[in-house]
């Protein structure tokens, strides 16, 4: 079945990075759009970043306002394997942060509804 673990979470103080990985197991990783949620505390969750499968080996990265010029989302395909880079990190990034995987190419990339597999979440914590 499709499994996806993410690691790398922990606790940085504010202008400090973190780097987030997730393995993908059961399904042929080249293949999905792969992605990027959190959950701040007592928050809905919210859209972070996409690599979105357009075709082939073609992957077009998205990302949310409040993240852009500050993250970076890569794949390394032969690893099975999403990151999420985390630079100039803010009080406002502290969140569970969720790995997700969807077949389909999303219609709406910050549709969480749209992806099917999610990973169980790893934690971020900026200091201020």
């Known amino acids: 079945q499709v499994q996806l673990v993410e690691s790398g979470g922990g606790v940085v103080q504010a202008g400090g990075s973190l780097r987030l990985s997730c393995a993908g197991s059961?399904?042929?990783?080249?293949?999905?759009?792969m992605g990027w949620f959190r959950q701040p505390p007592g928050q809905e969750r919210e859209f972070v970043a996409s690599h979105k499968r357009v075709g082939g080996s073609v992957y077009t990265p998205y990302y949310a306002d409040s993240v852009k010029g500050r993250f970076t989302i890569s794949r390394h395909n032969a690893k099975n394997e999403v990151y999420l880079e985390m630079n100039s990190l803010e009080p406002e990034d502290t969140a569970t942060y969720f790995c997700?995987?969807?077949?389909?190419?999303?219609?709406?990339?910050?549709?969480?509804?749209?992806?099917?597999?999610w990973g169980q979440g790893t934690q971020v914590t900026v200091s201020p």
């Open positions: 059961g399904f042929t990783f080249r293949t999905y759009t």
């Open positions: 997700v995987a969807s077949k389909e190419a999303p219609v709406r990339i910050d549709d969480a509804a749209q992806y099917s597999y």
